[in-house]
C-alpha cells in the first residue's frame, strides 16, 4: 500500500509586511552591536582584584545577554508574523495542522440593485470577479458550490452534490445573468442549507458577496420563517462572510407605477388615462427629466419636461389610444442613470373591439320593458336602438334555460338576472368561466330561490357567491318604506366616477327607490368589498375576487320591479362600472412582477395544445398547456427579466397573448445597511462582514484559508512578554 507523500508549504497573506518586519528584527542586534564600548587595556594595580572578579562572571553575563536578545528579537519576529497572517499548506497527513477540507458556498447577490453602474462596471460584475477569485484561491481538495440569491433563488452548482472543479465552477459562474427582481432571503437561506445538506464535509464556509441594500436584507412579515431558516444555517455549524459591495448615498430615478383608469380597455375610448410614477431616491432634486411613452415600440405624446423632489413620487399623465383591437405594450421610460433596470416600466393591455356580455333572463316577457333583463340592455348599450354613437358593450340575452348549453367563454361578463336556481352542472360552467377570469354579476328578483343560492353558490362561504342570502327586506307592492343608496364616500370603482360631481347628478343616485331587497351577509375574512349600500346599512353592492375572475352581487333586482334605479340616470354609468369592474380580471393577469409566473387558464379543449414564448431578450421559450379539471392552464416561470413575454398558441382559436413583468419598485431605493442594520435584519445570525475587500491581496481574499497561524504566533509572543520579564528580573537580580 503507498503512503501518501507529506508536502506543504509555508505562505503569508502579507508578504510586504513580513519582509519589513524582518528589517525591524535586525535592529535589537544593530542596537547590541552598537552599544559595545571599545576601550584600551591600561594596567592598573587595583583593577587587577576587579578584572578577575569580571573573568569569573563574564561566560554567565554573555549567556544572559543573548538569552534576552534572542527573546526580544524573536519578540519582534513573532508580532510581525503575525500580522502578515502566515498559513500552512499542504496534501498529506498534515491535517491538524493545516485544516480539513471545506465546502464553501459562494452566494451571488441578483437582486436589481446589483445592476448599479459606475463606469461601465456593474456590480454584479465585481461580485462574479470576486466569486472567480475566491474559487481560484481554494486550496486543492475543496469543494464548490453556487447560488444565486434572487426571487426566486437559483442554485447554479451543489443541489446534487458540491463541485471540485474549479474550471467548471469558474464556467457556471461566467455564465450567470443577473435577473431582474428582488429577493427571496427565506429561500435563497434554504437553498444554501440544501447544498449543505448533501455535503459530507465537516467544515463548512458560506460567503455572500452583496451590495447590502436594505430591500434585500429587510424582510417584513417573514420573521418566524427567517428565524427557522437562520437557525437552520447556525446548525450546520458553517462560517459565514458577508463581503459588502456597495455604496451608501447612490443616485438612482425609476418609474415605479404604471395604471389605467379602466379595467378593460375598448377601442375607440376617449377617456383611457395611463398614469406612471415617478421617483427619485437620490440626495439632490432633479430639474427637467423627461417622461416618455411609447406604444408598441412607437413613441406615443410627448409631454413636456418634469421636475423629480428627493423622495416624492411625482404623477405623469399620458392619454393613450390605440389603432386597433388586440394586445398591445404600454411602456413608459426615464433618461438613463446608474441603475437603468427600473427607468423603464411596462403594460400588457388587451383591447377589444367591444365588450360582450351576456344577460340571463329569470323572467323573460315578450313585451317591451317587461323582461328582467329589458332595463340592464338597454343601459348596457343605450343605441342599439338609436341613431347615436355605438356602444362600447354589446349584449346578447337568452333564457335562464339556455345557460347550462351556452359556452361562457367568448363572453366578458354573465350578468344572470333574477335566475331562480341552479343546477350543479350549471355552478361548474360558472366556476370554470371564472377561473379563466370571466366576470359574473348576480341581480335579485323574486325568482330566487335562496336555499339554492346558499346551497350552491355561496357553500358556506366556500362557493363563487361573495355574500350569503338572507330574508327578503320590505314590500315592492305596498311600497310603504323605501331605501336610499349610501355610496359609501364613493370610495369603490363602481361609483368613483360620481365624486366631486355635482348635487342634481349625485341625486340621481342617491336619491334612487328601493322597495325590496335581499339581506345580504358577507362572511369574516371575506376579501369581499361594500361598493354601495342601502340607507338601513345593509350592502347593495357587494365585489368580490373569485379564483382570476370577479363576482358582483346586487341585492336588489335588474328591472323596476323592486327598485326605481333602472329610471333614474345614474343606473347606465353605474351599471357600466358593474361590466367593467367584473370583465377587469383579464387584464390583471397579463402583468406581473418579475420572478412571478405568467398563468392564464383556458377552456379545456386547449389542453395539451403547445406554446411558443419570446422573452424580453428576444430568447425563444415553449410550454405546454397542462388540463386541470374543467380547465387547461397556461404557465410560465421564467420570468427574470424586465419586459414584454409574446406567447403564440398552436391553437388557431386561442392565437396570440402578451404579459410584462415588471421590477418590485422597492428595489429601486439604494438605501443600505451596515453591520448593526444587517444584523438586526437578520436576527440570530452569526457572520463576519468584510467591507475593505478592494484593498484585499488575492491570497487573503480567500477568507477560508487554511492552516492559519497567526493566533499560534500571538500566543508566542504572549508566552516571549513573560519569559523576557521573568529573565530581565532575575538577570537584573544577579547583576545586584
Known sequence: MLSTPLLWALGFSN??????GIAAASLPIL?????RRKYRETSWAAMR??????????KRVKVEQWLLLAVRTLLVIFVVSAMAKPFLESLGAMKLLTGERTHRVIVLDGSLSMAYTVGDRQRFDEAKDLAARLVRDSRSGDVLSVVLMADPPRVVIGDASPSANQAEVLKEINQITLPHGGTDLVASLGAVDRVLEVSTIPRKEVVFITDLQA?????????????RAVAKLEARKAQSIV?????????NRAVTDLRLNQPVVTLGSTDLIATATVKNFGTAAVNGARVRLLIDGQLGPELPPVDLPVGVDVPVVFRPSFPSAGDHVLEVKIDDDPLPLDNRRWMAVPVKDALKVLLVDGHYKTEAFDSETDYLAQALNPTSTSQGSPSSVRVEVITESGLARRDLAPYDA??????????????????AYLKQGGGVILFGGDQVVPENYNRLLYADGKGLLPAMIGATIGDAEKKQSAFDFNPLGFAHPIVAPFAGTDAPVIAGLVNAKTWRYHKLTIPAGSQAKVALAFSSGDPAVIEAPRYRGRVIQIATSADSGWTTWPLHPSYAPIMEQVVLQAAGGRLAERNVKVGQPLDQVLPASASNTSADITRPDDAKAQAKLKPSGDVSLFHFDDTDLSGAYRVRFASQGLGEATFTANPDPLESDPLKLDKTGLSDAVPGWKFTLLT???????????????????????????????????LAWRFGHHGN
Open 243 to 251: 463581503i459588502d459591495l456597495g455604496k451608501a448615498g447612490g443616485e
Open 414 to 431: 354573465v350578468a344572470l338576472c333574477n335566475v331562480g336556481q341552479f343546477s350543479e352542472a350549471e355552478v361548474s360552467a360558472l366556476d
Open 31 to 35: 542596537i547590541h552591536l552598537l552599544n
Open 49 to 58: 582584584f576587579l578584572l578577575a572578579a569580571i573573568r569569573k562572571n563574564q
Open 15 to 20: 508578504l510586504p509586511l513580513l519582509q519589513m
Open 215 to 227: 430591500a434585500s436584507w429587510r424582510k417584513s412579515g417573514v420573521e418566524e420563517p427567517l428565524k
Open 692 to 726: 475593505n475587500w478592494k484593498d484585499l491581496t488575492g491570497s487573503s481574499v480567500s477568507v477560508g484559508r487554511h492552516g492559519e497561524l497567526h493566533r499560534q504566533l500571538l500566543y508566542g509572543v504572549l508566552l516571549l512578554l513573560i519569559v523576557e520579564s521573568i
